[in-house]
């Protein structure tokens, strides 16, 4: 499942907590997210746009295992409020206005503004259209660091060799197949990144 939640920066400072953490624990709302969901941020005023890709890792976080946030809440008795929360991790981040409220209207995919929360079964054009550009995203940020470690002159010329062999599809399917398992082989669960390899299997 994929969804939209909004952020309102009067409230919290969503952009300070990812800022200091990987994660942020989300006030669930009386909405169902559910470990393994995706939840696109919508940040308000004044960037009005959708910035952030995280995915749900704990679908009701104990009350002590929160994180402590405080500092990031403008009415800091917020954060003792005894609400259920969802831990959502951050996957990736987009900094410019192709998800912005202004983009979004002018492609008809929404009709005045973002509010509350949106389930992509209610809104297939929209979610379709957020998941190319985070996956657009993805590509250039793998092909430019691939260029950045080519250009390094302090390789030798067989490892360059070996990452002009690279292809930008392959980075991306193994980034695609990390996340899907979280980081994890689906099998015995090692989680140690630099052994795991994505391997051509159907996702």
């Not at 190319?132 to 360059?160: H, P, W």
Request: net charge positive.
């Amino acid at each position: 499942m994929e969804w939209i939640r909004t952020a309102n920066l009067k409230k919290y400072d969503v952009i300070g907590t990812f800022k200091a953490f990987a994660y942020l624990d989300w006030v669930k709302s009386g909405f169902e997210i559910a470990e393994g969901d995706i939840v696109y941020i919508y940040v308000g005023k004044p960037f009005s746009r959708i910035m952030y890709k995280t995915v749900c890792t704990c679908s009701q976080v104990d009350e002590d295992k929160r994180i402590f946030d405080q500092k990031f809440w403008d009415n800091p008795d917020e954060f003792n409020v005894k609400k259920d929360r969802v831990r959502l991790r951050l996957e990736s981040k987009i900094g410019s206005d192709m998800l912005s409220i202004e983009a979004l209207r002018q492609k008809h995919l929404i009709k005045t503004t973002i509010q509350g929360a949106y389930k992509a079964a209610n809104y297939p054009e929209l979610f379709s259209y957020i998941r190319q550009c985070f996956d657009e995203q993805d590509k250039q940020e793998i092909s430019a660091y691939l260029s950045l470690l080519y250009e390094n002159n302090n390789l030798r010329e067989t490892e360059k060799s070996i990452l002009a062999k690279a292809r930008v599809d392959q980075e991306y399917f193994k980034k695609k197949l990390l996340h899907k398992y979280g980081s994890q082989y689906a099998i015995c669960g090692l989680d140690s990144k630099p052994l795991l390899v994505g391997s051509h299997i159907k996702l």
